[in-house]
């Protein structure tokens, strides 16, 4: 669970909305083709078949901010500074305005290029 304090109360989130936010958000963007696994756990799960929408995405909460990590593939001759700008700008707002969550750091990883 993820809690947010703010004037009116504290709030809590689950990790898996947020996880399945910032997914749709990143894989949404152009020039991505997918999110790859990035830790050891989700990578069996991919390997056994339960794919998954939050695959590729951790999430961590340090003193009422969040941080982020991305784990995409990319497709192959596209401007991959432009794509990790482009991502961190969209998941940075998607998450303060529509979950009011403030964003410490955002880190994008490109694990893979895909043709």
Do not use: W
């Not at 909305?17 to 050891?40: D, H, R």
């Not at 401007?79 to 990790?84: E, H, L, S």
């Amino acid at each position: 669970m993820i809690k947010v304090n703010n004037h009116i109360g504290c709030i809590e989130l689950s990790s898996g909305y947020l996880k399945k936010l910032i997914a749709k958000t990143a894989s949404g963007c152009f020039g991505v083709t997918g999110l790859s696994s990035c830790s050891p756990v989700q990578g069996i799960c991919s390997l056994l078949g339960s794919e998954n929408a939050q695959n590729g995405v951790a999430v961590r909460q340090n003193n009422n901010k969040l941080t982020v990590d991305l784990h995409i593939t990319v497709a192959y001759g596209v401007n991959i500074t432009a794509i990790v700008d482009s991502i961190i700008n969209k998941v940075r707002f998607t998450l303060e305005e529509s979950a009011g969550i403030e964003v410490a750091k955002i880190n994008v990883f490109v694990d893979a290029m895909q043709s």
